[in-house]
């Protein structure tokens, strides 16, 4: 199976900053079937990029995602309070899918 | 508005089995098939199957070892996940999403049910 490894564990920026998250495929993840998502605690994670870079359906502009092949990254362009929350991401091309351990996004 | 909707968390003993429903709402529940995840306590997100609403068929990660059964309701826009043997390791939060086997991102989720396994 595809192992997803996310860098950093731990991000904590202040407001307006910008937040670069990785994810890094231990083999070539299949026509970009990269997806990312936001985990806030008690709620249902919230789709925000799939296809590696399309934004899912009323997500900001501030979130981009880009990479291809086996290197992966999720860009918060001006950060938020409202956007502390865990980040993780997913491969859904082989299976079986498999998800990244999660970046924890803290502001400062 | 879609939505998943879980059951409430339990507790079980070592050995017991337990069923978390979700129930779907604001879309056409054939049109989709439904996926369920779980993550416990301090671990990543682990997919445990999938499983068609349209014909029935399912997807069981191999690690579940025939411990899982992935069942829908129509009438009711229901999905089900059973599982069985429960053991320590088991407790986690349980998380129903839309989409299918491979090829889909997860759109929706549910907000997750809680399964502690304690004796």
């Known amino acids: 199976e595809i192992v997803l490894t996310q860098s950093p564990g731990t991000l904590s920026l202040s407001p307006g900053e910008r937040a670069t998250l990785s994810c890094r495929a231990s083999?070539?993840?299949?026509?970009?079937?990269l997806a990312w998502y936001q985990h806030k605690p008690g709620q249902a994670p919230r789709l925000l990029i799939y296809g590696a870079s399309s934004r899912a359906t009323g997500i900001p502009d501030r979130f981009s995602g880009s990479g291809s092949g086996t290197e992966f990254t999720l860009t918060i362009s001006r950060l938020e309070p409202e956007d502390v929350a865990v980040y993780f991401c997913?491969?859904?091309?082989?299976?079986?899918?498999?998800f990244g351990q999660g970046t924890k996004l803290g502001i400062k | 508005q879609v939505h998943l909707v879980q059951s409430g968390a339990e507790v079980k003993k070592p050995g017991a089995s337990v069923k978390v429903s979700c129930k779907a709402s604001g879309y056409r529940f054939t049109n989709y098939g439904i996926n369920w995840v779980r993550q416990a306590p301090g671990q990543g997100l682990e997919w445990m199957g999938w499983i068609s609403v349209n014909n029935g068929n399912t997807n069981y990660a191999q690690n579940l070892q025939g411990r899982a059964t992935m069942t829908t309701d129509t009438a009711t826009s229901t999905a089900y996940m059973d599982l069985r043997n429960l053991r320590s390791d088991d407790t986690a939060i349980y998380y129903c999403?839309?989409?299918?086997?491979?090829?889909?991102?997860?759109?929706?989720w549910g907000q997750g049910t809680m399964v502690t396994v304690s004796s």
């Open positions: 997913q491969q859904y091309g082989s299976s079986p899918r498999t």
């Open positions: 083999q070539s993840v299949s026509s970009s079937y």
């Open positions: 999403a839309r989409g299918e086997v491979l090829y889909d991102a997860f759109d929706i």
